[in-house]
C-alpha cells in the first residue's frame, strides 16, 4: 500500500522522473505529476516513457516498495510539504529566451493546492531573477499561504542519470528563506556532508551556476572542435593533441573529446537563453555568442569533409548515418547533432539511411528512412558517418559488410574505430580532426 506523500515531483521527465525515483529510492513517499496522460498511464504500469539504464528496475522496485504513485492529478499532492518543479524550459522559437510557460502554469497550480509553508524546489533550469519572480508572484496571489522558492538546479547527465542523483558531484540551493532552504537540505539528508559539496546561496547565484556551468562545458566542446578543424587541414592527431591538453590538471580531461558539435536538450537551449538574456541586460557575452555559432557552424564542416570524401558528389549518393540520439546511452534526439547533420545531407540530395539503437527520428523527406540495425543502414552505402558514439558501433563487425556497401568509406566523427584501424585496413578510413594523409 502507498503511503501518502510527502514530497511531490512536477514533470515526470529526463529530470522529474529521476528525481521522483531517486527521492522514492531513498525512502521518501512521493507523487510524480505529468500533464501527459500516455506518460502517466505508462509509469502507472511500471514503464518508464524514457530510456535511462537501471530505471526501469528502480521504478519496479519503488512502485513494489509502495514509495511513489503518479498522477495527472495536482490535486493529489495537495499534502506535500515539498514540490520539487521539473517541467521544459524549452527555446522559444522567436527570441531564443527560455519558455517559462511550463512552468508559470505549473507554479500557479500548486498554488492553488500547496497547504500553508510548503516549499517549491525550481529545478527546471531558468533564467537569472525567475524564482525571485516566482516569489513575488506567489506573495502576490496566495500571501496567506507563505510558499516559498527555493532554486535547486539539476546537473544529471542523461546516460549516467541515477549514478548522478545518487553521488551528485554538488548539490545547489538557492533562497531567501533560510528555514525553507533548510527543508530541501533535510530531504536532501540521505548524501554524505563529506561526500557531496552542499552550495548554499541566493537565487540569483544558484540560477546562474547552472548556465554557467553549461556555458563552459559547450564552450570546451566547441573549442576542441575548432582545434580539430586546424588538426585536420594542417596536420596531427587531434585525439592526441586533446590528451596532451587535458592531462593539464588546470584544464581536465572531460569535454575534450572531439566530435559533431553539441546537441541535445540543454546546451543548444542553454546556451542561447544565456546569451539572450546577457544581450537584454546589455552585458553581451561575446565568447560565448562565439560558442554558438561556432558550433551552429559545425555541421558544414563535416559537410565539406562529407563532400571531400565522396569527391563533390552528394547528390543521390546513399549515406549510412550511424547515430541519432545526441549522445550514446539515450534516446534523446532533442537538438541532436546527428538530426542536424542528417538533414544537411538531404539539404545536398543525399539518400540517407540512419540507425540507432534507441533513438527514433522520422522525417517526411522521401530521401531519409530509419533503418532497424546497422545492417540495414549500410547495405549500398557509398559512405557510413559514425556520429554518436554507442558501443555498438565501436564494435561492429564493419568486415563483414564489405560486399554488401557501395563503396567502402567511413567517415568516424567520434573517433570510434581508431584502435581497429589495422582490422579495418580495407576500409577507407576517415577520421575528423586527423588529416586523411595521415589516417594510415
Ligand atoms: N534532460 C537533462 O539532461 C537536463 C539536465 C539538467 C537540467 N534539465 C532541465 O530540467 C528541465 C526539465 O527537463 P527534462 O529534460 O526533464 O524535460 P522533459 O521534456 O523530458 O520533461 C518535462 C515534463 O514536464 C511535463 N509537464 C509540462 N508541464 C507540466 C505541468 N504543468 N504539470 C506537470 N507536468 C508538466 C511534460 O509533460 C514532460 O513530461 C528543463 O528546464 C531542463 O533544461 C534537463
Given at each position: 500500500?502507498?503511503?501518502?506523500?510527502?514530497?511531490?515531483?512536477?514533470?515526470?521527465?529526463?529530470?522529474?522522473?529521476?528525481?521522483?525515483?531517486?527521492?522514492?529510492?531513498?525512502?521518501?513517499?512521493?507523487?510524480?505529476?505529468?500533464?501527459?496522460?500516455?506518460?502517466?498511464?505508462?509509469?502507472?504500469?511500471?514503464?518508464?516513457?524514457?530510456?535511462?539504464?537501471?530505471?526501469?528496475?528502480?521504478?519496479?522496485?519503488?512502485?513494489?516498495?509502495?514509495?511513489?504513485?503518479?498522477?495527472?492529478?495536482?490535486?493529489?499532492?495537495?499534502?506535500?510539504?515539498?514540490?520539487?518543479?521539473?517541467?521544459?524550459?524549452?527555446?522559444?522559437?522567436?527570441?531564443?529566451?527560455?519558455?517559462?510557460?511550463?512552468?508559470?502554469?505549473?507554479?500557479?497550480?500548486?498554488?492553488?493546492?500547496?497547504?500553508?509553508?510548503?516549499?517549491?524546489?525550481?529545478?527546471?533550469?531558468?533564467?537569472?531573477?525567475?524564482?525571485?519572480?516566482?516569489?513575488?508572484?506567489?506573495?502576490?496571489?496566495?500571501?496567506?499561504?507563505?510558499?516559498?522558492?527555493?532554486?535547486?538546479?539539476?546537473?544529471?547527465?542523461?546516460?549516467?542519470?541515477?549514478?548522478?542523483?545518487?553521488?551528485?558531484?554538488?548539490?545547489?540551493?538557492?533562497?531567501?528563506?533560510?528555514?525553507?532552504?533548510?527543508?530541501?537540505?533535510?530531504?536532501?539528508?540521505?548524501?554524505?556532508?563529506?561526500?557531496?559539496?552542499?552550495?548554499?546561496?541566493?537565487?540569483?547565484?544558484?540560477?546562474?551556476?547552472?548556465?554557467?556551468?553549461?556555458?563552459?562545458?559547450?564552450?570546451?566542446?566547441?573549442?576542441?572542435?575548432?582545434?580539430?578543424?586546424?588538426?585536420?587541414?594542417?596536420?596531427?592527431?587531434?585525439?592526441?593533441?586533446?590528451?596532451?591538453?587535458?592531462?593539464?590538471?588546470?584544464?581536465?580531461?572531460?569535454?575534450?573529446?572531439?566530435?559533431?558539435?553539441?546537441?541535445?536538450?540543454?546546451?543548444?537551449?542553454?546556451?542561447?537563453?544565456?546569451?539572450?538574456?546577457?544581450?537584454?541586460?546589455?552585458?553581451?557575452?561575446?565568447?560565448?555568442?562565439?560558442?554558438?555559432?561556432?558550433?551552429?557552424?559545425?555541421?558544414?564542416?563535416?559537410?565539406?569533409?562529407?563532400?571531400?570524401?565522396?569527391?563533390?558528389?552528394?547528390?543521390?549518393?546513399?549515406?549510412?548515418?550511424?547515430?541519432?540520439?545526441?549522445?550514446?546511452?539515450?534516446?534523446?534526439?532533442?537538438?541532436?547533432?546527428?538530426?542536424?547533420?542528417?538533414?544537411?545531407?538531404?539539404?545536398?540530395?543525399?539518400?540517407?539511411?540512419?540507425?540507432?539503437?534507441?533513438?527514433?527520428?522520422?522525417?517526411?523527406?522521401?530521401?531519409?528512412?530509419?533503418?532497424?540495425?546497422?545492417?540495414?543502414?549500410m547495405?549500398?552505402?557509398?559512405?557510413t558517418?559514425?556520429?554518436?558514439?554507442?558501443?555498438?558501433?565501436?564494435?561492429y563487425d564493419y568486415n563483414s559488410q564489405l560486399?554488401?556497401?557501395?563503396?567502402?568509406?567511413i567517415?568516424?566523427?567520434?573517433?570510434?574505430l581508431?584502435?581497429r584501424?589495422?582490422?579495418l585496413?580495407?576500409w577507407?578510413?576517415?577520421?575528423?580532426?586527423?588529416?586523411?594523409?595521415?589516417?594510415?
Amino acid at each position: 500500500m502507498t503511503v501518502s506523500p510527502s514530497i511531490a515531483v512536477i514533470g515526470a521527465g529526463y529530470v522529474g522522473l529521476i528525481q521522483a525515483v531517486g527521492l522514492a529510492k531513498q525512502g521518501h513517499s512521493v507523487v510524480c505529476i505529468d500533464v501527459s496522460a500516455e506518460r502517466i498511464n505508462q509509469l502507472q504500469a511500471g514503464v518508464p516513457p524514457i530510456y535511462e539504464e537501471g530505471l526501469e528496475e528502480l521504478l519496479g522496485e519503488v512502485i513494489a516498495a509502495g514509495r511513489i504513485s503518479f498522477s495527472l492529478e495536482v490535486n493529489s499532492a495537495a499534502e506535500c510539504d515539498a514540490f520539487f518543479v521539473a517541467v521544459g524550459t524549452p527555446t522559444e522559437e522567436k527570441t531564443g529566451n527560455a519558455n517559462l510557460g511550463y512552468l508559470y502554469t505549473a507554479v500557479d497550480d500548486i498554488s492553488q493546492i500547496a497547504r500553508k509553508g510548503a516549499v517549491l524546489v525550481v529545478k527546471s533550469t531558468v533564467p537569472i531573477g525567475t524564482c525571485e519572480r516566482l516569489q513575488i508572484r506567489l506573495d502576490e496571489r496566495v500571501p496567506e499561504k507563505n510558499l516559498s522558492v527555493v532554486s535547486n538546479p539539476e546537473f544529471l547527465r542523461e546516460g549516467r542519470a541515477i549514478q548522478d542523483f545518487f553521488q551528485p558531484e554538488r548539490v545547489v540551493l538557492g533562497g531567501a528563506d533560510v528555514a525553507a532552504l533548510n527543508k530541501v537540505r533535510e530531504i536532501y539528508s540521505v548524501f554524505d556532508k563529506d561526500k557531496v559539496p552542499f552550495l548554499i546561496s541566493d537565487w540569483f547565484s544558484s540560477e546562474t551556476i547552472k548556465y554557467a556551468a553549461n556555458a563552459f562545458l559547450a564552450m570546451k566542446v566547441t573549442f576542441i572542435n575548432e582545434i580539430a578543424n586546424l588538426t585536420q587541414t594542417v596536420g596531427g592527431d587531434i585525439e592526441i593533441v586533446s590528451k596532451g591538453i587535458g592531462l593539464d590538471s588546470r584544464i581536465g580531461e572531460q569535454f575534450l573529446n572531439v566530435g559533431p558539435g553539441y546537441g541535445g536538450s540543454c546546451f543548444p537551449k542553454d546556451t542561447l537563453a544565456l546569451a539572450t538574456m546577457a544581450r537584454r541586460h546589455g552585458v553581451q557575452q561575446q565568447i560565448l555568442e562565439a560558442v554558438i555559432a561556432v558550433n551552429d557552424n559545425r555541421r558544414y564542416m563535416i559537410l565539406r569533409r562529407v563532400e571531400d570524401i565522396l569527391d563533390q558528389k552528394l547528390r543521390g549518393r546513399r549515406v549510412a548515418v550511424l547515430g541519432i540520439a545526441f549522445k550514446a546511452n539515450t534516446d534523446d534526439v532533442r537538438d541532436s547533432s546527428a538530426v542536424s547533420i542528417i538533414h544537411t545531407l538531404l539539404d545536398e540530395g543525399a539518400v540517407v539511411r540512419a540507425y540507432d539503437p534507441m533513438a527514433k527520428y522520422e522525417t517526411s523527406d522521401s530521401n531519409y528512412q530509419q533503418s532497424s540495425s546497422v545492417e540495414e543502414a549500410m547495405d549500398g552505402a557509398d559512405l557510413t558517418l559514425i556520429v554518436t558514439e554507442w558501443d555498438e558501433f565501436k564494435n561492429y563487425d564493419y568486415n563483414s559488410q564489405l560486399a554488401s556497401v557501395g563503396q567502402a568509406k567511413i567517415l568516424d566523427l567520434r573517433l570510434s574505430l581508431k584502435s581497429r584501424q589495422d582490422e579495418l585496413s580495407d576500409w577507407d578510413l576517415n577520421f575528423i580532426g586527423i588529416n586523411s594523409l595521415n589516417n594510415n
